[in-house]
T-cell receptor, first 112, second 113 residues
Framework: NAGVTQTPKFQVLKTGQSMTLQCAQD?????MSWYRQDPGMGLRLIHY???????DQGEVPNGYNVSRSTTEDFPLRLLSAAPSQTSVYFC???????????FGPGTRLTVT | GENVEQHPSTLSVQEGDSAVIKCTYS??????FPWYKQELGKRPQLIID?????GEKKDQRIAVTLNKTAKHFSLHITETQPEDSAVYFC????????????FGSGTRLLVRP
């Protein structure tokens, strides 16, 4: 199993550009989520999904969209990038019947 | 909304001493409390967790205690070693279909040789 994978590892965007961060898991986990981690801070929940076709907002959803068309994939879309979205983004997943959450390796995003 | 507060933000201890990190949570429905260790440039890694029906759990040099009445839980690391130096995060979750794992702001632990 590859676990939770994220692409790209690094990305630089200009203000106003859009892009999609990819997240995939091969563990058949129902639950998936996106977090952002700013320097010196904890992880803040952006959006989450409890199954294909079901998504909901977390603590800091503004400026981001998600969709969940398959169990495996949970992409995060930045509609119009802003410097305030410079951060490290982590995707995570867990089984609905288990406790442990698995994190992907992260995507470091810089918006200039 | 749900909130998890974590203290201290930085902690420096001498090798061999103990370290204690404390967290409080606001959502009384939370019933799962994991602790993560994050090394520089890496993803968070689960090191220990506790569920609401348990007051204390130990795993070698680390232990976690939970006081549900006061809504706080703590991480204890004994006999600290330089490789314990990292950022530690607490978190809280209801473990229901809402799936909202909320994190504290982190504690940077430095273990001085």
């Amino acid at each position: 199993n590859a676990g939770v994978t994220q692409t790209p590892k690094f990305q630089v965007l200009k203000t106003g550009q859009s892009m999609t961060l990819q997240c995939a898991q091969d563990m058949n986990h129902e639950y998936m989520s996106w977090y952002r981690q700013d320097p010196g801070m904890g992880l803040r929940l952006i959006h989450y999904s409890v199954g294909a076709g079901i998504t909901d907002q977390g603590e800091v959803p503004n400026g981001y969209n998600v969709s969940r068309s398959t169990t495996e994939d949970f992409p995060l879309r930045l509609l119009s990038a802003a410097p305030s979205q410079t951060s490290v983004y982590f995707c995570a997943s867990r089984s609905s019947g288990a406790y442990e959450q698995y994190f992907g390796p992260g995507t470091r995003l810089t918006v200039t | 909304g749900e909130n998890v507060e974590q203290h201290p933000s930085t902690l420096s201890v001498q090798e061999g001493d103990s370290a204690v990190i404390k967290c409080t949570y606001s959502d009384s429905a939370s019933n799962y409390f994991p602790w993560y260790k994050q090394e520089l440039g890496k993803r968070p890694q689960l090191i220990i967790d506790i569920r609401s029906n348990v007051g204390e759990k130990k795993d070698q040099r680390i232990a976690v205690t939970l006081n549900k009445t006061a809504k706080h839980f703590s991480l204890h690391i004994t006999e600290t070693q330089p490789e314990d130096s990292a950022v530690y995060f607490c978190a809280a979750d209801r473990m229901d279909s809402s799936y909202k794992l909320i994190f504290g702001s982190g504690t940077r632990l430095l273990v001085r040789p």
